[in-house]
């Protein structure tokens, strides 16, 4: 078949044409063509829409207009949608280096799996990709190729071309070439080195005021806030940020304590890990480093140097206990067979990303993610925007089929004389997929998913969670599966009256009841001998570990639990309650209300995701974990667990909400402008849905209360909580602009002097009856300020019955001319289930270690640890962090 088109300048390639002719061929494209400017991503070593590389059979194809680079199958696609027709393909030849053995020619094949590892001689290297190719060996040769490519004929143009091409082109092909990775960062153990050395590090002044830190329960000393809390060197007062580096939410306590006071460096609580922490100079304006942070921490009671340490200065890899851990959970000592094919492709570790590829080997094991994206992949792909890097359902689908479609994961080839020199020289490897271009998008704008550092797997499950609920593909929302309802019921211990209330969980928490361990006399004989061992510097026995049953730590998941910061809204004060298990989230409570959590399922989810809560800190702020075996089911049944409602004799509490103080910068705010809602702070929202609040609420809560926080729109939520339309999205009547919006919203009621219901909804936020609020608005024409000095000036407010009557009138008018809003969309049904799929961690905390998932595939478990997938022959069940079950259908 003769190729299309001409080869331009390729020796043996055709006729060569003159200088000139290049150059009128490229004249129509030259306006498309662009040189990479600062800030241009550059992609050379990977498609957007497939893990095609240079290395691939049909090579890589950069659009030269874009920068976006795709594979054979795809680059006709972004020719159609955009109309670019210059391209610079890529492609890396592996040749094969033949050497004898035994007077026999052995040609060492690559396979698709690994098999010998690459290796060059005599190389034409000019490419810089990220690859894990090994070019500095010598049994494979590589060379790089470039050329030009004008769609839809296919013209090629070899490249070095310096004669034959216009000189902008051949400046944009040269910094093509030479354009690094758009994913590269600075190394991570050079980091810090960058950063500057405060001129207050060496100097700073503590004050001897017997202040000590406790390691957890922080919250601002001035607002209560309880995220995005700073601990100043000088003080030791905790106070919230606001404008720092890693763009988190606050009130500016911190920084007015510094204009108050003068001192200067502050330390991000959370971050305090053994190789340093957050540190910002107010006054230099800018992160710093402190060489002497460790002194000056333990001037406040945080030994940050032992944190991942141990009383005989052994470090975690070095104590013989979390090795065994280690050895147990990965199947170490076990000859285990390599899986290949569809649904058995590993992903690479890009640098402590185990967190991500384990969550996302289980996520794609479920049928509604694999239709949701992989079945809708043409779709997805064509109908993607300009740039599908940036696109979350692209870059899911394109994940998705990396994984399944078993088009990376397939077996080396079978020689028999190749496999017996695998077996003398080699172990089998597997390559995978490598997750960057998916990583890189997740966890944009997030501080901790951004970094290199190891992440909680349960925090990044949430948090894709949160990115499937925003980027719903259409009404289809795989994410549905694990939405089930939690019934919070809350008894006041002084009047015994209680409070139902219902909201949105995607996981339930299980605590570890290490009082029901069954082998309490072999743990105590152990940790005699340990010390004991320690003391004397001998070898550390062999770990013992706790053996907790599973229903232990399930009764412990239902038990009451009382409530000491309680407001009983029967008192009108606060109160001592009692209230079912707390499901808290770790690190994302708020101050305030904290007594309505419960423990019963008022729907049970089609997959349940069970979490154990296996880390803690000690009063010594050194992070610990709980090294346990429980006896975790493969069939669960949880129907007893089911939410019953108000019982009879039981009787309510009154509806009354507690007082809110509302920051007197905000209120300022909140009086001058609504907020566009393109300009809701979405770290607000994000922190009151990790809570496990429906999305779209958290977003009318932040908008609503005009950006004020989230300690303010966490109360507008417990008010509106029990509204139909309280998960539905956010819209704006009328809506046109910032500037409309504000006068109409703040300016005057509307012609039936019936005020917006956006004011309504900051009055009422703030604890104020409805009709309050509507009577002290028509009062004031609409003018929120006055509108509250109103309500405060008319405390004996009572309710007019004129305006009853038509407050009556407008709702039902509201109710037939609008239908009633759905709740969240929940899949409810049986509480059996059955275990298909667990993730392990390894180590002491989940800043460090590593994270390893098994799942139950055709019958057989299988271990999925980065880019090695292999059959299970003993998977740790009892040693898990978080399990997913399927339920089973009655």
């Known amino acids: 078949m003769q190729r299309r088109g001409a080869l331009l300048g390729v020796p043996g390639g055709g006729r060569k044409m003159a200088a000139g002719d290049v150059g009128e061929l490229l004249v129509p494209h030259m306006p498309t063509i662009r040189v990479p400017r600062s800030g241009d991503r550059v992609y050379k070593s990977e498609c957007a829409f497939s893990y095609d590389s240079p290395s691939s059979e049909g090579g890589l194809y950069v659009c030269m207009n874009t920068f976006l680079a795709f594979g054979r199958e795809h680059v006709e696609r972004h020719f159609r949608k955009t109309g670019q027709s210059v391209y610079m393909h890529l492609k890396r030849h592996v040749r094969e280096v033949r050497h004898r053995l035994s007077g026999e020619l052995v040609s060492k094949v690559r396979g698709a799996s690994g098999g010998a590892l690459p290796k060059r001689r005599n190389s034409k290297i000019f490419l810089d990709l990220d690859t894990d190719d090994d070019l500095n060996s ?296 490598s997750p960057r271009m998916f990583k890189a998008f997740v966890s944009k704008s997030h501080p901790e998913f951004s970094s290199n550092r190891q992440q909680d797997a349960q925090e990044f499950f949430l948090h894709l969670v949160n990115l499937v609920e925003r980027n719903r593909i259409g009404s289809e929302n795989p994410s549905d599966v694990f939405r089930f309802l939690v019934e919070e019921r809350t008894q006041c211990c002084q009047t015994r009256k209680v409070r139902y209330t219902e909201r949105v969980d995607y996981l339930m928490q299980l605590p570890v009841a290490m009082e029901a361990a069954t082998n309490k006399d072999e743990l105590i004989a152990y940790e005699l001998t340990r010390r004991e061992a320690e003391a004397n510097r001998r070898p550390l026995p062999e770990l013992v570990r706790a053996r907790i049953p599973f229903s232990a730590c399930l009764q412990a998941f239902s038990e009451p639990e009382n409530v000491d910061d309680f407001w009983s809204s029967a008192l009108q004060a606060k109160s001592a309650g009692v209230k079912g298990k707390k499901k808290k989230r770790k690190k994302k409570q708020l101050g305030g209300v904290t007594s309505c959590r419960t423990s019963r399922f008022a729907s049970f989810p089609e997959y349940l995701v069970v979490q154990i809560k296996k880390f803690t800190f000690g009063l010594d702020w050194v992070p610990k974990k709980f090294d346990v075996s429980i006896d975790m089911p493969d069939l669960l049944d949880i129907s007893h667990l089911r939410a019953r409602g108000l019982q009879p004799g039981e009787e309510e509490l009154p509806d009354i909400s507690p007082p809110i103080v509302i920051p007197d910068d905000s209120k300022d705010r909140l009086m001058n402008q609504l907020i566009d809602p393109s300009d809701i702070d979405e770290s607000s929202v994000m922190q009151l849905a990790e809570m496990g609040f429906p999305l779209e609420a958290c977003r009318k809560a932040v908008y609503f209360t005009g950006n004020m926080g989230a300690e303010v729109a966490f109360n507008w939520i417990i008010v509106h909580m029990e509204e139909p339309d309280f998960a539905e999205p956010l819209t704006i009547p009328g809506y046109g602009g910032a500037a409309s919006a504000g006068a109409s919203v703040f300016g005057a009621a509307g012609l039936d002097n019936q005020p917006p219901e956006e004011v309504i909804a900051i009055i009422t936020s703030m604890g104020f009856p409805r009709n309050q609020a509507v009577q002290a608005l028509r009062a004031t024409n609409g003018n929120l300020e006055r509108a509250l000095d109103w309500i405060f000036n008319h405390p004996e407010f009572e309710e007019d019955g004129d305006f009853m009557i038509e407050m009556e009138n407008n709702a039902n008018a509201n109710i037939i001319s609008e239908a009633k809003p759905e709740g969240p969309r929940v899949k409810d049904g049986s509480g059996m289930y059955e275990l298909f799929a667990f993730i392990s961690h390894m180590g002491t905390s989940t800043m460090s270690g590593h994270y390893v998932c098994h799942i139950k595939k055709e019958g057989r478990w299988v271990i999925y640890n980065d880019h090695k997938v292999c059959a299970s022959e003993r998977p740790p069940k009892d040693l898990g962090y978080m399990y997913f079950y399927r339920r089973i259908p009655s």
């Open 138 to 433: 010598d049994n494979y040769e590589y060379e790089d190729e470039a050329k030009l490519v004008i769609f839809p004929d296919h013209y090629e143009i070899a490249l070095p071309n310096i004669e034959e091409l216009p000189a902008l082109v051949t400046i944009a092909c040269d910094a093509v070439l030479n354009s690094k990775s758009p994913y590269r960062k600075p190394d991570p153990d050079t980091w810090e080195r960058e950063l500057p050395v405060s001129k207050y590090a060496n100097n700073l002044t503590q004050l001897d005021n017997g202040v000590r830190i406790p390691p957890s329960g922080w919250k601002c000393a001035r607002c209560d806030l309880r995220e995005n809390l700073w601990l100043n060197l000088t003080d030791g007062s905790v106070l919230c940020g606001k404008w720092f580096f890693d763009s988190s939410g606050g009130n500016g306590h911190a920084l007015e304590h510094y204009r108050d006071m003068g001192y200067p460096l502050a330390v991000k609580l959370g971050t305090i890990t053994p190789d340093g922490a957050d540190v910002y100079s107010f006054q230099e304006e800018e992160p710093v480093l402190d060489p002497h942070l460790a002194k000056h921490l333990v001037h406040f009671g945080i030994d940050m140097l032992h944190m991942h340490g141990t009383e005989n200065g052994l470090r975690d890899n070095d104590i013989k206990p979390r090795v065994s851990e280690w050895e147990v959970i990965q199947e170490t000592g076990t000859k285990l067979k390599p899986m290949y094919g569809p649904g058995y492709t590993g992903l690479k570790n890009l640098g402590n990303s185990c967190y991500l590829s384990s969550v996302m080997q289980a996520i794609f094991s479920i049928p509604e993610f694999q239709r949701a994206y992989v079945g809708n992949l043409p779709r997805i792909f064509d109908h993607s925007p300009l740039d599908p890097t940036q696109d979350f359902n692209t870059q899911m689908t394109k994940l998705g089929h990396g994984l399944l479609s078993g088009q990376y994961s397939k077996p080396p080839v079978k020689s028999e004389l190749i496999e017996q020199v695998m077996k003398e020289e080699h172990k089998p490897q597997q390559n995978g997929i």
